[in-house]
């Protein structure tokens, strides 16, 4: 359908019948999208130039941008479509996009809302608020130039901000004489650059914004690119599977009570559906109750989904509050008062390591310190930025536009997810405490990582450590025995658990004291919250090995038995409890063997891909390289396999 006779048909059911019109409008879907890239790039021509040829521009604009033309245009033309976007003064007067400008317009197939974002590095606060809510970046890239720095920059930031589609607008191809050799050049850099950031659809399309081409008409100039053009794209392309609808979460905005008989727990659904009879959790308290009723805007439902607005009722009078979260009792997200976030600053004030601020997470918002600066990002490179304090070692401040990923700690629990599982609960602002301005934004990647030998202070600051009037020795002595961590590290079915079971009984038949840490028994408890992501086995072997210190500090003999597949984890728990005390035991059994035994049929899972993210099949193990000990257990059996250990503990002196 052509958008004049589609404009026909829309004036003629206004006229007959406004209810059906009005329908049609709200129940569209609606696309926001995302234009960026370097400074004269052409990002508001082309959108300039989309309006005007899809004729969504009233007379009234027409007439007046014509005539700004003539004062403000740089095309040497009647008609400058970037007017139609640079709305400020100061935007006319350089010829550039400084803020960032929305326009809204919609056509027979879908609404869409279009933000139009500033190139210059100094405006990338202003990018990121532009695309936190988009769906689609549309990156331009001149033909002259290709893939620049700023190409670069602007991809990695629409990455960074979870943006999973992008079309790069390979504008001006009429300055390159509309040259098929020149596009598949900058596809090919761009496609060997993009290979590190996590877009799922990528889409290149061949234009020149100023004359129209393959904007909304195909162009007879660029016959040999048969593609779609850039408003059919848009038209088209598919974001329903973008939304979470699998974890349902339900952050509280308010309690509703207007009478004695009805308490409501209102908010906008972040993700998931949420439907009459689910068992739920009310986070961070984790008390459980069943939905008894869901209201939307026009009454009681019985399902709703996000990013619906609603009022939901409990059958339980269980404690539930503003900034609370409920989520279904069998898939809660994180829980905790730390985590690490890329966050973006946005204030001419730069942000101080060790700081205190507020920090708005969904309704909540929650006094919290920036207890470390991790690294900063050159978005430029998508490297680490190596500028660091000299006396201290450390990023201590990061300035306005900057980027860094940094630790947070807060004051109370909240419950979140990772940024790129959910935006809406893995995403916060910064708020200064005096001023109440908004300074940053974050995006959570996951809680804290490991931090070997404390190298940094504690969060709190008025803490001391305590000394004992019993040493470590005193201890020791009285145990007849010196306190150590024996580091059982080995693949799934290697037989960990069963050499650890048989040496914790001969040391305590020999009259030592000692105590097996299992790997599935410390998730029971202590470690519960923990998965099994990289940063989530950072976590727990840290853990971990401040148990088996202060074990250790008592004189007892720990017995580890735990995968601990990465090298670095291994080190890093050496590293807290000594190394005098640390003795690596490598369970050295080929993983054929161990999935022959299997003996929580926990391979036959993996293979079949119930489980995600298993060591030896879907996840690497690094075998140590400098292990104090290496027993094969191929065709050892255990109680000799704990013989080796005992012997070697008894040649290091650890017993005697």
């Known amino acids: 359908m052509s958008e004049s006779t589609y404009k026909i048909q829309e004036e003629e059911l206004i006229r007959g019948d406004i209810a059906e019109y009005l329908n049609r409008h709200e129940t569209k879907d609606l696309l926001r999208i995302l234009t960026c890239g370097s400074v004269d790039d052409g990002k508001s021509t082309l959108i300039g130039r989309l309006l005007y040829d899809s004729h969504m521009i009233y007379e009234d604009q027409l007439e007046k941008i014509t005539k700004d033309s003539k004062v403000y245009g740089t095309t040497n033309e009647d008609f400058d479509p970037a007017l139609l976007t640079d709305g400020l003064k100061a935007e006319r007067e350089q010829g550039i996009t400084i803020d960032v400008a929305y326009r809204y317009f919609s056509t027979d197939k879908r609404k869409f809302i ?6 210059h590095e100094q405006y990338t606060r202003n990018m990121a608020t532009g695309a936190s809510t988009c769906n689609l970046a549309t990156i331009l890239i001149d033909a002259r130039y290709g893939v620049i720095t700023q190409t670069k920059r602007h991809s990695f930031i629409c990455s960074l901000l979870g943006i999973k589609h992008v079309v790069v607008a390979v504008n001006k191809m009429d300055l390159v004489d509309w040259s098929e050799e020149k596009y598949n050049e900058i596809v090919r850099d761009y496609n060997a650059f993009v290979s590190r950031l996590a877009f799922s659809d990528i889409h290149f399309i061949p234009m020149s914004a100023l004359k129209g081409d393959n904007v909304v008409e195909h162009s007879e100039n660029l016959s040999w690119y048969d593609g779609p053009t850039f408003l059919h794209h848009l038209e088209n392309v598919n974001i329903s599977t973008d939304r979470n609808l699998i974890d349902m979460r339900l952050p509280v905005q308010y309690v509703l009570r207007p009478n004695l008989d009805f308490r409501g727990f209102s908010g906008t659904m972040a993700s998931g559906v949420i439907r009459v009879g689910d068992e739920v959790a009310s986070l961070p308290s984790r008390q459980q109750s069943k939905i ?10 019985e399902e709703a989904f996000a990013p619906q607005a609603i009022t939901a009722t409990l059958e339980d009078e269980i404690d539930v509050s503003r900034g609370n979260m409920l989520v279904p009792v069998n898939n809660i997200p994180h829980i905790g008062n730390e985590f690490e976030a890329m966050v973006v600053w946005m204030h001419e004030g730069a942000a101080q390591s060790g700081k205190s601020y507020l920090i708005k997470h969904t309704a909540s918002m929650i006094p919290g310190v920036l207890s470390d600066i991790r690294y900063k990002v050159d978005v430029n490179t998508m490297k680490r930025d ?19 990923r940094c630790h947070i700690t807060l004051h109370r629990p909240i419950a979140f997810d ?10 916060f602002i910064i708020v200064d405490r005096l001023s109440n301005v908004t300074v940053g934004a ?5 809680r804290i990582v490991s931090k070997p030998g404390h190298k940094t202070a504690p969060v709190s600051q008025n803490i001391v450590k305590s000394e004992s009037l019993v040493t470590q020795a005193d201890r020791e002595k009285l145990l007849n025995q010196k306190g150590a961590t024996i580091w059982l590290t080995g693949l799934s079915g290697s037989g960990k658990s069963t050499v650890a079971k048989d040496l914790e009984k001969e040391l305590i038949g020999q009259g030592h004291l000692c105590y097996i840490l299992d790997g599935d028994n410390v998730r029971h408890g202590l470690n519960r919250d923990l998965g099994f992501s990289m940063e989530d086995r950072k976590e727990n072997i840290r853990r971990i090995a401040e148990v088996a210190a202060l074990m250790n500090d008592a004189g007892v003999i720990v017995i580890t038995s735990f995968i601990s597949p990465y090298i670095s984890d291994r080190a890093s728990a050496r590293e807290v409890i000594g190394d005098d005390a640390f003795v690596e035991v490598f369970i050295d ?3 054929e063997i161990c999935e022959q035994r299997d003996p929580k049929g926990l391979y036959k899972k993996a293979r079949a891909g119930e489980i995600q993210q298993f060591t030896g099949i ?6 140590p390289q400098d292990a104090e000990l290496t027993v094969e257990t191929e065709n050892l059996e255990p109680a000799a396999a704990a013989a080796l250990i005992i012997g070697d503990l008894k040649d290091r002196g650890l017993i005697g």
């Open 114 to 119: 279009i933000s139009d974002c500033p190139g």
């Open 292 to 301: 008894k009723a869901i209201y939307g805007p026009d009454g009681q439902v």
């Open 386 to 404: 190596k500028n660091v304090d000299e006396e201290t070692e450390k990023v201590s401040t990061l300035d306005l536009n900057e980027i860094a």
């Open 418 to 427: 990772p940024y790129d599982k959910n935006h809406t609960t893995g995403a």
């Open 442 to 446: 974050g995006m959570i990647v996951d």
């Open 589 to 591: 059994t080929p993983i």
């Open 618 to 623: 879907s996840d690497p193990y690094e075998a």
